[in-house]
């Protein structure tokens, strides 16, 4: 096949389906009505032109219209919403102090929060949904018409991705305090889209972007966590549902106006979800913040723009190396993600520049939900994204 620059000037998603990040710009796009082409790294445009210019192995990548090329789920919708910026109704991002705060943690928790449970019921139950697995891995890879090379393509990268489970702390002694979790949220997730369709409330945001990412590829596509989600929460399947849908079929719900609640306000509904976010990733989080400060602590003098990792690798998921905490009354250890500690790190600082009246009420639904701990971790030096890469700001 010849490599070939797209004649019609949208934009392309360079991804899979099956692939986690990828899920959170493509709900973006679709939501936000866009036309878009999706590529698999399978087509010789990703080696010969994606590849060289984002300077990683990864998706999803979006290029744009202008021949632009943006990595990271984050910043592809960052951009998306800034082609918005004369129309807020279309934003992803909410603009009051406490919405923007709240759907920032959430989508934080989504994306990196729940990569363990993502990857636990994916490979955990590997034996159960194997030909699957095999299918969608090797769709990302094999763009022929023979299905055993297909196939064989799947197999030969799948078990690079197995072996990550240990390094996620997703072990037999962790397994359990994993499912519990999962289906605590579950729970919570399906009484608040009883009332609502999306995460904020009547209209989408980055909250059921961040979400979305788990929720879709891994949670609510593979065979094992799909019929698990159905069959406990079927009210969340309708929202994975929902968020592959260009136009909001909400007819299930009372009539409504299509925003964001009145006054900056959060749903009720979702207070138990913040709480199990709180309990679930604060553990993570605060160790993760130490691990980073005493990386800074042994490294003085770094400059802006020093990669922040381990050592001088441009990595996808930069880590300082393994960290060892309790969780559930389990002790975990795992590699520490320090894209994580950035995604925490954009809801903290909207929570730390809000005006006083929001403040209280941050105060007051933080007191409720048990996060009054985590929203008040000290984190040493701002982290940015450059050329693709976290680096220190
Ligand atoms: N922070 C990135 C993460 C991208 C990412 O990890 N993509 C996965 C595919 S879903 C990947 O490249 N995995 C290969 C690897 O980590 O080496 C984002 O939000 O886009």
């Not at 998306?80 to 989508?107: E, F, H, N, Y």
């Not at 990196?112 to 949904?129: F, I, K, N, P, T």
């Not at 730390?352 to 409720?368: F, G, H, I, N, W």
Request: net charge negative; proline share 8%; glycine share 8%.
């Amino acid at each position: 096949m010849a490599t070939t620059v797209d004649p019609i000037r949208q934009h392309i998603l360079w991804g899979t389906p099956h692939s986690l990040y990828t899920g959170k710009a493509r709900s973006c796009l679709i939501k936000k009505g866009l036309a878009f082409v999706e590529r698999c790294p399978s087509h010789p445009d990703y080696k010969a032109r994606v590849r060289p210019a984002v300077g990683l192995v990864t998706f999803p990548v979006l290029e744009t219209p202008d021949g632009e090329f943006i990595q990271d789920s984050t910043d592809i919708v960052t951009y998306l919403d800034g082609l918005d910026k004369g129309a807020p109704a279309k934003s992803m991002t909410p603009a009051t102090p406490v919405q923007l705060v709240v759907a920032r943690l959430i989508d934080g928790f989504g994306l990196e929060g729940m990569l363990q449970v993502a990857m636990h019921y994916r490979w955990s139950y590997r034996d159960e949904q194997e030909l699957f697995l095999q299918t969608e891995f090797g769709r990302g890879l094999y763009a022929g018409a023979d299905r055993e090379t297909r196939r064989g393509a799947g197999r030969r990268v799948m078990d690079f991705f197995s072996s990550s489970l240990p390094a996620l702390g997703i072990t037999p002694q962790t397994i359990p305090a994993i499912e519990a979790a999962y289906e605590e949220l579950l729970e919570a997730l399906d009484v608040h889209f009883q009332s609502y369709p999306y995460v904020m409330g009547w209209r989408v945001s980055i909250a059921d972007l961040g979400l979305i990412a788990p929720m879709y590829a891994h949670l609510g596509r593979d065979p094992y966590p799909t019929a698990l989600m159905k069959k406990r929460a079927p009210n969340v399947a309708r929202w994975v549902e929902r968020m592959q849908l260009p136009n909001t079929p909400d007819g299930e719900y009372a009539a409504h106006v299509a925003d964001w609640l009145p006054d900056d306000a959060i749903p009720a509904t979702l207070e138990p979800v913040l709480a199990l976010l709180f309990k679930d990733w604060g553990p993570q989080l605060a160790t993760d913040a130490a691990s980073y400060r005493q990386w800074l602590d042994a490294n003085p003098g770094m400059e802006a723009g020093h990669l922040v990792n381990m050592n001088d690798g441009r990595l996808v998921h930069p880590t300082l190396g393994m960290v060892s905490y309790t969780w559930r009354g389990v002790q975990v250890q795992r590699t520490s993600a320090m894209h994580g500690l950035w995604l925490f790190q954009m809801a903290q600082a909207a929570a730390q520049s809000m005006p006083s009246d929001a403040v209280r009420r941050l105060t007051s639904l933080l007191e409720s939900t048990a996060g009054q701990d985590l929203m008040a971790l000290p984190l040493p030096r701002p982290m940015e994204r450059r050329n693709n890469v976290l680096v220190l700001q």
